[in-house]
């Protein structure tokens, strides 16, 4: 199975929408006690929204993550999941994926300027 690749431009009701911001979404399964508090890599809570498969597994990362948004897919495997997330969001939504383990995120503000 592909990723579904989509352009972002227009509007959809009734998806999350990130306006002028963007959200860092993490998929993830089973590894709520190995990821690390998202907020220490050094961005906001609310820019962070992790996706896992189940209700029992949102109450544990909710636990590990508590001011993390933490949505459900009830989907098995990494595209599967993957293409859902995008579903979710609005068309226009500014959307960063990354796997469970990264360990740092930086920002470029301005030329050459990373934080």
Known sequence: MK???KKVSGVASGKRATGS???IVV???GRYDKVKPLT???LPA???VLC???EDERSKYMKANPD???IVSNKRGCMPNRNWILDQFEEGSKII???DDVEGLFELRGKGKAN
């Open 3 to 5: 990723l579904k690749i």
């Open 21 to 23: 911001s963007y959200k």
């Open 27 to 29: 998929p993830t399964m």
């Open 46 to 48: 609310e820019r962070f």
């Open 68 to 70: 993390v948004e933490v």
């Open 97 to 99: 994926m990354v796997d």
């Open 52 to 54: 896992v498969n189940d």
């Open 40 to 42: 220490s890599l050094g």
